[in-house]
């Protein structure tokens, strides 16, 4: 009976009862996952239910006690975080790049905790590391890599700091030892205006500053153009500069936007800086033989690449992974050969020990769940799945243009980002214009948080350079059908229509 028991008649502690106390203390415990599960496929339950964070506050007990609380207690502390936990899983969250719950991949996720390891040393992760050796050798084999090295990093940002460290290891070697002393002039990178933030976080925190990470023009769907690349370059080398680094951005945040890669790997080529694809959002996008081309033609030509399995392919998160071309760099570049963890005399072929190749120590398992779910989809599950995807977002733009007088569709999507404005009632009648669009983007944000009091969807805003706030809306959930785009049509109507 959980309610008068606690933490101590569990294993280790209890060496009587355990077995039995702790098996019905976790089936309680998923049994309160698998009713989460439930409620986040019904289409019946809400979204979310919404509460300010002083009332959130208010409503539930956090206190760390004194003393222990029953496992009864716990059962309850479990379900209530879920009862106000977002469905980020429902059919009609459409908030995040992540969205949707993977079963097999959670059920890898579930493993991984049990298993509880950590991936620096084949000694204690030998599975594990044997898998990521083979997930990361296909994945590089899809992006069109022979050989090559790969990691799975804590995210798209410190994966694309990878990619920024590795290139600067391979034009100053002498950096890891001797720093910033052994480079002799202004070093340089460039990405687009519409890049993920991470990229300039990468100037600021590897001493070139912001200013040296020169943010290149995009045309009006949000591509880096080419020759404005080129025509910065110049400007940079004129003052004595060294270009070394190029991201080029493979499915933007906010748009959705491929860089072209070709022409940029051109630039690349004929002025010897490293490529770096960051295709942590559309990268997904490889696996699909109708949509890989043309926005990915040219990736195997990069030198590096983030690709976030947590995002469109729906492994959970978190799934970062980041593949260089040339292999020995990132063991050259992050190597500090720790003598307590990676010890060359060890019974097994070292090398299997990756956690020298990386700048954290401790490196949680993201391989398991990913691997599992490859297994059980097969790479044409995730095929069907993006042009599935892609499909669900044409349909979107079709009902979207339907209503010309309700929607307004900012751009043709290249990917599975619906940028639009919702026109109410009173604005129908105005012509389009810098003028309303002033009036919808004050507007997306009251409806935003319409949305988010009702419980019944949630779709992500934000302004950007050239236009004030406007809904972002990602398909890039399995749970997604037909009439979830007809019901968000509608709710937005419903919500908005004043
Ligand atoms: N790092 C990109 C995730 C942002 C988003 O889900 O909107």
Wanted: glycine share 6%.
């Amino acid at each position: 009976n959980t309610a008068l028991l606690t933490y101590t008649d569990l294993l280790p502690y209890n060496t009587q009862q355990g077995v039995p106390i702790t098996r019905e203390f976790l089936l309680k415990l998923i049994e309160v996952l698998l009713e989460f599960v439930r409620q986040t496929n019904d289409r019946n339950c809400k979204v979310l239910d919404f509460h300010h964070p002083a009332d959130m506050r208010r409503m539930l007990d956090l206190d760390i006690p004194d003393r222990p609380v029953t496992l009864q207690q716990l059962i309850d502390d479990c379900c209530l975080t879920l009862k106000y936990q977002v469905r980020t899983g429902h059919p009609r969250f459409f908030n995040q790049l992540s969205c949707g719950l993977d079963l097999v991949s959670m059920a890898g996720e579930w493993l991984t905790a049990t298993a509880n390891t950590n991936m620096f040393t084949y000694e204690i992760a030998p599975v594990f590391i044997l898998m990521e050796h083979v997930v990361m050798e296909k994945m590089r084999e899809i992006i069109g890599f022979q050989g090559g090295d790969s990691i799975l990093a804590p995210g798209g940002s410190i994966s694309n700091l990878y990619a920024f460290l590795a290139a600067r290891h391979r034009m100053f070697p002498a950096y890891k030892q001797k720093g910033l002393s052994c480079i002799q002039g202004q070093l340089v990178m460039y990405t687009s205006d519409q890049c993920h933030y991470s990229v300039k976080s990468c100037a600021a925190v590897c001493g070139l500053g912001v200013d040296n990470c020169v943010e290149v023009p995009s045309d009006s769907r949000g591509r880096m153009i080419p020759s404005e690349l080129e025509r910065l370059i110049l400007e940079r080398k004129a003052m004595g500069h060294i270009p070394f680094f190029v991201n080029a951005t493979a499915g933007t945040t906010v748009l959705g936007a491929f860089d072209p890669i070709e022409p940029i790997a051109d630039i690349c080529q004929k002025y010897k800086l490293w490529l770096h694809v960051d295709a942590a959002w559309g990268g997904g996008l490889l696996l699909s033989r109708k949509y890989r081309h043309p926005r990915l033609s040219g990736i195997e030509r990069s030198d590096s690449v983030t690709w976030n399995p947590h995002k469109l392919m729906g492994a959970l998160l978190q799934c970062s992974t980041v593949h260089f071309k040339e292999d020995g760099l990132l063991l050259s570049c992050n190597q500090m050969s720790a003598e307590y963890l990676f010890m060359q005399d060890k019974l097994y072929d070292v090398r299997y020990d990756t956690g020298d190749k990386v700048i954290q120590c401790g490196r949680h398992n993201d391989i398991f769940k990913l691997w599992l779910q490859w297994r059980a989809k097969g790479t044409d599950g995730f095929e069907k799945h993006m042009d599935r995807l892609m499909e669900l977002t044409e349909y979107m733009v079709k009902r979207i243009k339907s209503m010309p007088d309700k929607f307004h569709l900012i751009l043709e999507p290249e990917l599975v980002n619906v940028s639009f404005w919702y026109v109410p009632t009173r604005l129908r009648s105005v012509p389009h214009g810098p003028e309303r669009e002033q009036l919808l983007g004050q507007i997306t944000p009251v409806l935003k948080g319409r949305m988010m009091t009702a419980g019944t969807l949630m779709i992500g805003y934000q302004p950007d350079d050239v236009r004030p706030n406007f809904f972002r809306n990602i398909i890039s959930s399995a749970a997604v059908v037909e009439a979830d785009i007809d019901f968000l049509l509608a709710e937005l109507d419903r919500l908005g229509h004043d």
